[in-house]
């Protein structure tokens, strides 16, 4: 079974993001990062997935504050979201939504 899949600068949307959650539920990491037409509903793709994931970079994908919500509410333990334009109210509400 694959456990790690990197599939960053591939030039992937959310269509094919969700296709990968969907379908790879042994993964414990999946590196998605620089696929901007992914977005939102790539990372919301991804923390729906019944895949037991540890890791998730979802850098420079064009999440909003949404997406990286829902990345935190996937319960990864490690997740990259840098490289997305998310502000100040969009840190705030990402800070809100992390548990110490």
């Known amino acids: 079974k694959l456990f790690r899949l990197d599939v ?3 030039g992937l ?12 539920s042994s993964l414990v990491e999946l590196r998605y990062a620089n696929n901007e037409e ?10 729906a997935s019944d895949a037991p994931l540890d ?6 994908t064009g999440i909003s504050s949404r997406g990286a919500i829902a990345l935190i509410g ?5 997740i990259f979201i840098n490289d997305n334009a998310f502000g ?3 840190v705030t509400a990402i800070a809100e939504c992390i548990e110490a």
């Not at 949307?13 to 790879?24: P, Q, W």
């Not at 890791?55 to 420079?60: E, L, R, T």
């Open 55 to 60: 890791v998730i970079d979802a850098s420079g």
């Open 74 to 78: 996937g319960g990864a333990a490690s």
């Open 8 to 10: 960053s600068n591939c």
């Open 38 to 47: 992914a977005g939102d509903a790539g990372a919301e793709a991804v923390a």
């Open 13 to 24: 949307d959310a269509a094919s993001i969700k296709a990968i959650a969907e379908k790879a």
């Open 88 to 90: 100040d109210d969009g």
